[in-house]
């Protein structure tokens, strides 16, 4: 993990070809694309990803470019979405499933957990489960109940599966390319909050990066940020603040939560001395404290102030109205650096 | 629109039927042995031989998992007595190519598709090499969560389907599993995509100890196919030619791309849930010897010695080949190696992980120290 290296580099070292300006939905409409072009026996699936393009338009177009045999409009039924991609799967397709929001991803569970999961070590290798599982995820968006969750701990607790965030759209398309081509099942997380917040420059030609990575998306020497989705740019707000006074704040951008770069993670640490992880996710049990274990067990003695965290609440996710209050701020993240400096 | 009804409405809007289904039931062999011949299917003498002869080897393969079990060198075991008319008759209809994508007691089907016995006793003694089928064996591993295989058979249906494959995928469950909400997405499913799936209900009466009648309101299991625009047949399950000839039209409709089928075959699960259950605790014996006198290889027999095709001496030959054939694959079970306990980590991914590697070099440790 460095911000020189060619995969490792996400947010500030885009090769130098022809790129365009994307968002990340449109990042990911443009992997998807590419991957379908590429092998044929990639398929997207999903409720509404047909004609409708998708509710965020992730797959605008695509059924008008590959036809309903590559593009299927499925009935309204999650569990049915992952039990006939692990069909599909395990019988020669690369299925890209789409569950629409996280928050109803419930359904599906038992077809996640139970099966695509497992296929490979219950069959030792014979059958396996290549399929991909977009989800937008995450707060923001001020939207109806059901549409704002971060379920990854779920997953992660659930050994089978990659798990895959992007932050931005170079990273989107590339990861998205990767998981796409990985033999294993990944659970791509989409973060809707930025779907269309920006545009980045992205090659326009088809390239993969590493899962399993994490990227540096700032360099500092402090005190390190460790977040993923759409917590990285909050960070990167934080750290544009906090160097306002003087303090130099590394951001890692995790980007695969599963397999964890333990690595990049406890380099950076190592360094700083001090650390703040920041997820959307509830705190008890949440990701944030696996990492915490980790520095711990791996980085404890270059320690120089306990990591703390700054989380979602261990509550429902509140409705629009509420949902600022809920949602980790650029402001609670500067407190909880200045917190760990002045321990 | 007219008017001057007293409410102010039409009488142009009646109600009407839109929707009437009817649902059959078949039945060739009686419990005598007699065959009803207008609807007898055309199957090579030979060919029937063979069919009580799978049977056969199914129920002595059956009885010796329990007899392991009891030895204490199987693990929980999920008996088919009772149920090996249905198994051997979607067996013969199914060709080269097929699918099969069981749930978890169709241990008779599996083995004529090909899965080796003593791959299935591991499974079951448990151990994952048991469900690493060898290559060009067309059948998903057993599925323990109930219902949740329907959905693989809608899965694969639609890929033969896409991939121009003219196999077919025949999916199994039991009662029980048709309340979970997985077999009406998966049937639902199939349908709307017109995947080549076939869909086997071994209805035994029984989901543990809960009887049929309260896993539904509905006369039939069958009729549950009218809700998604299939067609659903019942047969008696005990009855081999029913079976056959209902899972032949559903498999050739699958095959020409007609899309999927509902078949439920009435049978009797004669055994206890899994050697873990005691079904004493919830029913009746007369009720297990109603159906004892219902068995499916007792009445094929007094059919094939009925048309001269059977003896005693033929019986007393295959019950020594099914005896022979039983223990060598016991004996091939207990010559597997023991699993190294790396295995647990090995096939997780397609490459190890750094955490897993990680953690199975801690075992290593362990184990070695």
Redesign the interface.
């Known amino acids: 993990m460095s911000a020189q290296g060619a995969e490792g580099s996400a947010l500030r070292a885009v090769p130098e070809v022809v790129a365009e300006k994307l968002t990340i939905a449109q990042a990911v409409r443009n992997a998807m694309l590419q991957e379908m072009e590429r092998d044929e026996k990639v ?1 997207v699936l999903g409720e509404d990803v047909g004609v409708d393009g998708g509710v965020f338009r992730a797959t605008d177009g695509l059924v008008e470019r590959f036809g309903t ?1 590559r593009v ?1 409009d ?2 309204l ?1 999650e ?2 979405i ?7 799967a ?4 690369r299925p890209v499933a789409e569950i629409q929001f996280m928050g109803f991803v419930y ?1 599906a569970i ?2 996640l957990f ?2 695509a999961a497992r ?10 489960c290549p399929m991909v599982v977009r989800m937008p995820y995450g707060g923001g968006i001020h939207p109806p109940e059901h549409h704002s969750e971060s379920y990854e701990t779920l997953f992660l607790n659930t ?2 599966f ?1 798990v895959v965030v992007p932050s931005n759209p170079y990273d989107a398309k590339g990861l998205l390319a990767a998981a796409i081509r ?3 099942p990944v659970l791509f997380m989409e973060p809707k909050r930025i779907y269309r917040a920006f545009r980045e420059a992205v090659p326009a030609e088809p390239y993969t990066l590493p899962i ?1 990575k994490a990227a540096i998306a700032r360099e500092g020497n402090d005190v390190t940020l460790i977040a993923w989705g759409a917590m990285v740019r909050l960070c990167l707000d934080a750290a544009e603040v906090l160097s306002r006074d003087g303090v130099s704040t590394e951001v890692v951008d995790l980007r695969t939560l ?3 770069d ?2 990049g993670l406890i380099e950076s640490v190592a360094k700083t001395g001090r650390a703040v992880v920041v997820h959307e996710a509830p705190r008890t049990a949440g990701f944030g404290a696996e990492i915490v274990a980790q520095i711990n067990e791996h980085a404890l003695l270059q320690l120089e102030a306990p990591v703390l965290r700054v989380t979602g609440f261990d509550t429902v996710f509140p409705l629009a109205k509420l949902e600022r209050y809920y949602l980790p701020s650029r402001e609670r993240i500067v407190k909880a650096v200045r917190e760990v400096l002045s321990f | 629109m007219q008017t001057d009804q007293k409410n102010g409405g039409t009488e142009s809007l009646p109600r009407s039927r839109v929707y009437e289904a009817v649902t059959e039931r078949l039945e060739i062999l009686d419990t005598e042995g007699l065959v009803d011949d207008a609807l007898m299917p055309e199957i090579d003498p030979g060919r029937i031989r063979d069919l009580y002869r799978d049977m056969v080897l199914m129920r002595a393969f059956d009885d010796k998992a329990l007899k392991l079990q009891r030895q204490g060198r199987m693990g929980t075991w999920p008996p088919i007595k009772g149920q090996e008319a249905v198994q051997a008759g979607v067996a013969l209809a199914m060709g080269d190519s097929d ?1 099969l ?1 069981p749930a978890f007691r169709e241990h008779g089907v599996m083995v004529l598709r090909g899965v080796p016995l003593h791959l299935i006793y591991a499974y079951w003694a448990g151990d ?2 048991g ?3 060898p ?1 060009g064996v067309r059948c ?2 057993v ?3 109930v219902g ?1 295989q ?11 389907k ?2 121009g494959d003219d196999a077919v ?1 025949v999916t199994f469950g039991g009662d029980g599993s048709t309340s979970e ?2 077999f009406h ?2 049937l ?2 199939a349908a ?2 017109d995947a080549r799936t076939v869909f086997v209900i071994q209805n035994n009466q029984w989901a543990i100890s809960v009887p049929l009648h309260q896993q539904t309101k509905a006369e039939t299991l069958a009729q549950k196919a009218h809700a998604y625009g299939v067609p659903g047949i019942q047969v008696d399950g005990n009855d081999v030619f029913a079976v056959f000839v209902a899972a032949d039209e559903a498999i050739r409709r699958a095959r020409r791309g007609d899309g999927p089928s509902l078949i439920e075959a009435v049978t009797y699960r004669l055994g206890d849930h899994t050697t873990a259950d005691d079904a004493s605790r919830y029913r009746g014996e007369a009720e297990v010897k109603k159906w004892e006198g219902r068995d499916p290889i007792l009445r094929l027999r007094r059919y094939l010695e009925r048309v001269g095709l059977w003896d005693e001496d033929q019986e007393t030959a295959l019950l020594e080949e099914a005896r022979t054939w039983v223990d060598g694959q016991v004996a091939k079970l207990e010559e597997m190696p023991p699993q190294e306990p790396a ?1 647990i980590f090995n ?5 190890v ?3 897993l590697a990680e953690q199975r070099e801690a075992l290593a440790d362990e184990v070695r120290s």
């Open positions: 398929l045999d299927l499925t009935p039924a569990s049915s992952i039990g006939m991609s692990v069909g599909l395990a019988t020669g397709f359904p038992n077809q139970a099966h296929m490979r070590n219950r069959t030792r290798g014979r059958l396996a050994p089978g990659k990985d033999e294993d399993g599963n397999p964890l333990r690595h | 699918w994508i994952e090499r469900s690493s089928f290559e998903f591993p599925a323990v969560p949740s329907w959905q693989h058979g809608a899965g694969v249906g639609l890929s033969l896409l991939s995928a909400g997985d997405e998966g639902n499913c709307v995509f295995e096939s997780m991914y397609a490459e992980p750094p955490h």
